[in-house]
């Protein structure tokens, strides 16, 4: 027991945070806080949007297939918004700018910022744009 509990300060503590073993329960105990964690929070989601350029390149083509696929695969789901793009305006110097877009939609669980920051960080670079826009909402699931 001892060594599951180094564990747990260890792991936290690289991770810049400190945890504090509050005691202990048995099996019973635990799966019904467990349960009862899902029933709570079960309903309480975040949804994550990227807002993400329309191109007719194959090479744009090919990173977007490969987001959706990461996407999928780390969240188990995704919603792509292509048929009908959205479009976007607004002003830049004085100048009127538009754009054509797609949104993917995912939702999770948790926000995770650093996640979230480094693929944004990373599909700027992807698809040459000055700023990519991701934006998280709370939502709550209808049961």
Known sequence: MKEIEQFFVGYNLQAGKSFKIQGHINQDEALKLIDKGRRTNND??????????????????????????????????????????????????????????????VMVPVFNEKFWKKLKTSLERQFGQKEILIRSLDIGMIK
């Not at 990173?63 to 999928?72: D, G, R, S, V, Y």
């Not at 048929?83 to 538009?98: D, V």
Request: without cysteine; charged residues 25%; positive net charge.
């Open 44 to 105: 309480k989601q975040k949804l994550i949007q990227l807002f993400l350029p329309l191109t007719n390149s194959p090479s744009a083509d090919k990173k977007l297939k490969a987001l959706e696929q990461k996407l999928i695969k780390n969240f188990g789901g995704l919603s792509i918004y292509a048929q009908n793009p959205a479009s976007g305006s607004w002003r830049k110097k004085g100048q009127l700018e538009k754009d054509k877009m797609m949104v993917f939609e």
